[in-house]
C-alpha cells in the first residue's frame, strides 16, 4: 500500500532522514519508533507530500508522489503532532470543513462526519468551539479530522501525545480497530504503543532505520535463549538437579530479589514449561507462578539506538 | 470550485468569529461617515457663499465638492485598515500549523490562496458597500451624479483588490501576524507616496515610470470619473503581481 524507497531529506549539510526504504501492506499497522529528533515527523511529512523529499520515490496506492500528488492526498489521512485545528470553529463546522476539502460532500460527508464523531466518541462536544476543549478531546478531534473521509492510508504522528491514560487506551483500540480497513503508519516514542497495536516496527534513530520487523520478532532476535522463571512455596524440598534434568534446559538460577523464584535457561525454540509444571506438581513443591520472559521491545531500542554494541543481558522485562 | 467556495466559508466563519472583523467595520463606517460629513459641511459652506454673491456661478459639483475628496480620504483609511484584515490570512495558518493541514489535503496552492484573496476582498467590498448610504442619503437632498459614482466605487473596489493582494503577501512571509500588518502599512503606504514628486519632474524617464506606479493618480482619475483602461491595468496588474508573490511564496515555503 505504501512503499517508501531510498527516501532521504537533507538540510544543507545537515542530514535529516537517509535512505529509508521500507513498506506497509494494505490493512497493516506499522509504527516508526524512534527517539526525539529521529527523523519520524520529517519521513512522515514527506509520506504526506507536505515536504519534498530530497531523494527516494514514494508510492502509496500505486501513485507516485511527484506524478500524483493530489491523488495520493485523496486517499490519505495525516495527524500532525499538534492538531491543525480552528480554534474559534466548532467542533462539527471544522470536521465538516475538513471532509470538504479532503473532497467528500453530500450524503459521504454526513456518513463520514457521523462516523468520525462516533468513532471518536465527539457526540458530546460537537457544538463547542475547539478553543475550549481540553487537550485530550483535541487530540480526538484531530484524529476524527484524519478519518473523516475514511482514506486508505492514515498517518498518525504520535497519536496519544497529552492525552491521559485512559484516553490512551481508547486512542489505541481505536487504531487497532482501524487495522484490516486501514492501512496505518503512527509514530511514537512510547514503546508499550508500538507492541500494543502494530504488526511492524521500523525502528530509527539519527534519520536511519535501524531495524524493521514485526515487535515478537524484534524481541526474539535479541535473545540467545528462553526464558522461563516460575515461582514455588515449598522450597525446601526443591531439589534444583531434577530442573536441570529436565531436557533442553540449560541453566538454572535464583533470582536473588524474590525468595522461591527461579529462572530456567533453555535452548532456542524450545518450551519446556509444560515438563517443568509437571516436575514441580509432581515433586509437591507447590507452584505459585509460571511464566516465560522476553527481551521488551524497551531493550531493543535501547540497543539499537545507543552506541553501546552487544548483547542485551539486562535483566529482561516481562511481556 | 467546490474547494474554493469551502474555503471562503471557513475564511468567512472565521473573520466574523473574531471580533476583529466587526472592530475594523465599525471604526472605518465612524471615520468615513466623518469624512463625509465635513466635505458636506464645506458644501453647504459654499453653496451659501455663492448665493450670498448672487453670481451667475455654474452650480457646484457635489462629486468633485464631496465625494471625490472624502473617497481620497477613506483611500488611506482603508489603507490603515485592510492590513489589520489580511494580516491573519496565511500567518495565523502557519502559526497554528493549519499551513500543513491544507497542503495535505487535496487542495492546489492556487485555490488555497485564491480563496484567501476572496475571502479578505469580500470582506472588503461589503465595507465599501456601507458606505452607500452616504450618496442614498445624498440623493433624496439633491441630484447626485451617478457616473462618477460608479467609476469612484469602482476605483475604490480595485484599490482594495490591490491593498488585499498586497497583504496577503505581506501575511505569507510570515507567521506573526504584528510584522504581517506592519509590513503591509510599509509596502501600501509607499506604493501610495509613490509619486514624482513635482510637475517639471513627471516629463523625466524616473518621472513617467513613478508617475505609472503611482497608485494616487490611477485612483484619482477613477475619482474624477475618468474611465481609463491605463487606470485598471494598473491595478489589475498591481493585483496580479500581489498574487503572484503570495502563491510563489507559499509554495515555497515547503521546501524550507
Same mark, same amino acid.
Given at each position: 500500500?505504501?512503499?517508501?524507497?531510498?527516501?532521504?531529506?537533507?538540510?544543507?549539510?545537515?542530514?535529516?532522514?537517509?535512505?529509508?526504504?521500507?513498506?506497509?501492506?494494505?490493512?497493516?499497522?506499522?509504527?516508526?519508533?524512534? &527517539?526525539?529528533?529521529?527523523?519520524?515527523?520529517?519521513?512522515?511529512?514527506?509520506?504526506?507530500?507536505?515536504?519534498? %523529499?530530497?531523494?527516494?520515490?514514494?508510492?502509496?496506492?500505486?501513485?507516485?508522489?511527484?506524478?500524483? %500528488?493530489?491523488?495520493?492526498?485523496?486517499?490519505?489521512?495525516?495527524?500532525?503532532?499538534?492538531? &491543525?485545528?480552528?480554534?474559534?470553529?466548532?467542533? $462539527?463546522?471544522?470536521?465538516?470543513?475538513?471532509?470538504?476539502?479532503?473532497?467528500?460532500? *453530500?450524503?459521504?460527508?454526513?456518513?463520514?462526519? =457521523?462516523?468520525?464523531?462516533?468513532?471518536?466518541?465527539?457526540?458530546?462536544?460537537?457544538?463547542?468551539?475547539?478553543?475550549?476543549? $481540553?487537550? *485530550?478531546?483535541?487530540?480526538?478531534?484531530?484524529?476524527?479530522?484524519?478519518?473523516?473521509?475514511? %482514506?486508505?492510508?492514515?498517518?498518525?504522528?504520535? &497519536?496519544?501525545?497529552?492525552?491521559? %491514560?485512559?484516553?490512551?487506551?481508547?486512542?489505541?483500540?481505536?487504531?487497532?480497530?482501524?487495522?484490516?480497513?486501514?492501512?496505518?503508519?503512527? $509514530?511514537?516514542?512510547?514503546?508499550?504503543?508500538?507492541?500494543?497495536?502494530?504488526?511492524?516496527?521500523?525502528?530509527?534513530?539519527? *534519520?536511519?532505520?535501524?531495524a524493521?520487523d514485526?515487535p515478537e520478532r524484534l524481541s526474539s532476535q535479541f535473545r540467545q535463549s528462553e526464558r522461563i522463571s516460575?515461582?514455588?512455596? =515449598?522450597?525446601?524440598?526443591?531439589?534444583?538437579?531434577?530442573?536441570i534434568?529436565?531436557?533442553g534446559v540449560t541453566q538454572l538460577t535464583?533470582?536473588?530479589?524474590?525468595?522461591?523464584?527461579?529462572i530456567v535457561e533453555t535452548e532456542l525454540g524450545r518450551d519446556v514449561r509444560?515438563?517443568?509444571?509437571?516436575?514441580?506438581?509432581?515433586?509437591?513443591?507447590?507452584?505459585?507462578?509460571?511464566?516465560s520472559l522476553t527481551v521488551s521491545l524497551e531493550e531493543v531500542f535501547l540497543h539499537l539506538?545507543?552506541?553501546e554494541q552487544g548483547v542485551v543481558s539486562t535483566p529482561a522485562g516481562v511481556s | 470550485?467546490?474547494?474554493?467556495?469551502?474555503?471562503?466559508?471557513?475564511? +468567512?466563519?472565521?473573520?466574523?468569529?473574531?471580533?476583529?472583523?466587526?472592530?475594523?467595520?465599525?471604526?472605518?463606517?465612524?471615520?468615513?461617515?466623518?469624512?463625509?460629513?465635513?466635505?458636506? /459641511?464645506?458644501?453647504?459652506?459654499?453653496?451659501?457663499?455663492? !448665493?450670498?454673491?448672487?453670481?451667475?456661478?455654474?452650480?457646484?459639483?457635489?462629486?468633485?465638492?464631496?465625494?471625490?475628496?472624502?473617497? +481620497?480620504?477613506?483611500?488611506?483609511?482603508?489603507?490603515?485598515?485592510?492590513?489589520?484584515?489580511?494580516?491573519?490570512?496565511?500567518?495565523?495558518?502557519?502559526?497554528?500549523? @493549519?499551513?500543513?493541514?491544507?497542503?495535505?489535503?487535496?487542495?492546489?496552492?492556487?485555490?488555497?490562496?485564491?480563496?484567501?484573496?476572496?475571502?479578505?476582498?469580500?470582506?472588503?467590498?461589503?465595507?465599501?458597500?456601507?458606505?452607500?448610504?452616504?450618496?442614498?442619503?445624498?440623493?433624496?437632498?439633491?441630484?447626485?451624479?451617478?457616473?462618477?459614482?460608479? @467609476?469612484?466605487?469602482?476605483?475604490?473596489?480595485? !484599490?482594495?483588490?490591490?491593498?488585499?493582494?498586497?497583504?496577503?503577501?505581506?501575511?505569507?512571509?510570515?507567521?506573526?501576524?504584528? /510584522?504581517?500588518?506592519?509590513?503591509?502599512?510599509?509596502?501600501?503606504?509607499?506604493?501610495?507616496?509613490?509619486?514624482?514628486?513635482?510637475?517639471?519632474?513627471?516629463? @523625466?524617464?524616473?518621472?513617467?515610470?513613478?508617475?505609472?506606479?503611482?497608485?494616487?493618480?490611477?485612483?484619482?482619475?477613477?475619482?474624477?470619473?475618468?474611465?481609463?483602461?491605463?487606470?485598471?491595468?494598473?491595478?489589475?496588474?498591481?493585483?496580479?503581481?500581489?498574487?503572484?508573490?503570495?502563491?510563489?511564496?507559499?509554495?515555497?515555503?515547503?521546501?524550507?
Amino acid at each position: 500500500m505504501v512503499h517508501v524507497h531510498e527516501l532521504g531529506k537533507r538540510y544543507g549539510d545537515r542530514v535529516a532522514v537517509n535512505n529509508i526504504t521500507f513498506t506497509v501492506e494494505k490493512g497493516e499497522i506499522l509504527a516508526f519508533l524512534g &527517539p526525539n529528533g529521529a527523523g519520524k515527523t520529517t519521513t512522515m511529512r514527506m509520506i504526506t507530500g507536505f515536504i519534498p %523529499p530530497t531523494q527516494g520515490t514514494v508510492t502509496v496506492a500505486g501513485f507516485d508522489l511527484f506524478e500524483n %500528488p493530489m491523488e495520493i492526498k485523496r486517499r490519505l489521512g495525516y495527524l500532525p503532532e499538534n492538531p &491543525p485545528l480552528y480554534r474559534d470553529l466548532t467542533v $462539527s463546522e471544522y470536521l465538516k470543513f475538513a471532509g470538504k476539502i479532503k473532497g467528500i460532500s *453530500g450524503d459521504r460527508l454526513k456518513a463520514g462526519f =457521523n462516523m468520525a464523531i462516533e468513532k471518536c466518541r465527539l457526540g458530546d462536544v460537537a457544538g463547542r468551539l475547539i478553543a475550549n476543549l $481540553s487537550r *485530550g478531546y483535541q487530540q480526538r478531534v484531530g484524529l476524527a479530522q484524519a478519518l473523516i473521509h475514511d %482514506p486508505e492510508v492514515l498517518i498518525l504522528d504520535e &497519536p496519544t501525545v497529552g492525552l491521559d %491514560p485512559k484516553q490512551i487506551i481508547e486512542i489505541r483500540e481505536l487504531i487497532h480497530n482501524l487495522r484490516g480497513d486501514h492501512t496505518v503508519i503512527l $509514530s511514537t516514542h512510547i514503546l508499550p504503543e508500538a507492541t500494543a497495536v502494530c504488526q511492524k516496527v521500523v525502528i530509527i534513530n539519527k *534519520g536511519a532505520i535501524v531495524a524493521v520487523d514485526s515487535p515478537e520478532r524484534l524481541s526474539s532476535q535479541f535473545r540467545q535463549s528462553e526464558r522461563i522463571s516460575f515461582t514455588i512455596r =515449598n522450597r525446601e524440598s526443591f531439589d534444583p538437579q531434577k530442573v536441570i534434568a529436565l531436557s533442553g534446559v540449560t541453566q538454572l538460577t535464583g533470582d536473588p530479589a524474590h525468595e522461591g523464584t527461579y529462572i530456567v535457561e533453555t535452548e532456542l525454540g524450545r518450551d519446556v514449561r509444560s515438563d517443568l509444571a509437571r516436575v514441580i506438581t509432581e515433586n509437591g513443591w507447590d507452584l505459585l507462578e509460571l511464566k516465560s520472559l522476553t527481551v521488551s521491545l524497551e531493550e531493543v531500542f535501547l540497543h539499537l539506538t545507543t552506541e553501546e554494541q552487544g548483547v542485551v543481558s539486562t535483566p529482561a522485562g516481562v511481556s | 470550485m467546490k474547494n474554493i467556495f469551502a474555503l471562503v466559508g471557513k475564511e +468567512m466563519r472565521l473573520y466574523f468569529a473574531s471580533p476583529v472583523a466587526y472592530i475594523v467595520a465599525a471604526v472605518f463606517l465612524l471615520v468615513s461617515d466623518y469624512l463625509f460629513y465635513a466635505q458636506i /459641511v464645506y458644501f453647504s459652506d459654499l453653496s451659501t457663499q455663492m !448665493m450670498q454673491f448672487q453670481q451667475n456661478l455654474p452650480q457646484l459639483n457635489i462629486h468633485l465638492v464631496v465625494f471625490r475628496p472624502a473617497f +481620497m480620504n477613506m483611500g488611506i483609511i482603508l489603507l490603515l485598515l485592510v492590513p489589520l484584515l489580511t494580516m491573519r490570512l496565511i500567518a495565523e495558518e502557519k502559526k497554528g500549523r @493549519t499551513l500543513e493541514f491544507l497542503l495535505t489535503s487535496p487542495l492546489t496552492i492556487m485555490e488555497i490562496v485564491l480563496s484567501k484573496f476572496l475571502a479578505a476582498f469580500g470582506l472588503y467590498l461589503l465595507l465599501l458597500v456601507l458606505t452607500l448610504h452616504v450618496p442614498l442619503i445624498l440623493s433624496t437632498l439633491t441630484t447626485v451624479p451617478m457616473k462618477p459614482l460608479l @467609476t469612484s466605487y469602482l476605483g475604490l473596489a480595485l !484599490m482594495g483588490g490591490v491593498f488585499v493582494s498586497f497583504g496577503l503577501f505581506a501575511s505569507a512571509v510570515t507567521e506573526n501576524q504584528i /510584522v504581517a500588518a506592519v509590513l503591509s502599512f510599509g509596502l501600501l503606504i509607499g506604493l501610495w507616496l509613490i509619486s514624482p514628486g513635482s510637475e517639471g519632474a513627471a516629463s @523625466t524617464p524616473m518621472g513617467v515610470v513613478l508617475s505609472f506606479l503611482s497608485l494616487v493618480s490611477h485612483l484619482d482619475n477613477l475619482l474624477k470619473g475618468l474611465l481609463d483602461t491605463r487606470d485598471l491595468s494598473y491595478f489589475l496588474s498591481m493585483m496580479l503581481l500581489g498574487f503572484f508573490l503570495s502563491h510563489r511564496v507559499v509554495e515555497s515555503s515547503r521546501w524550507k
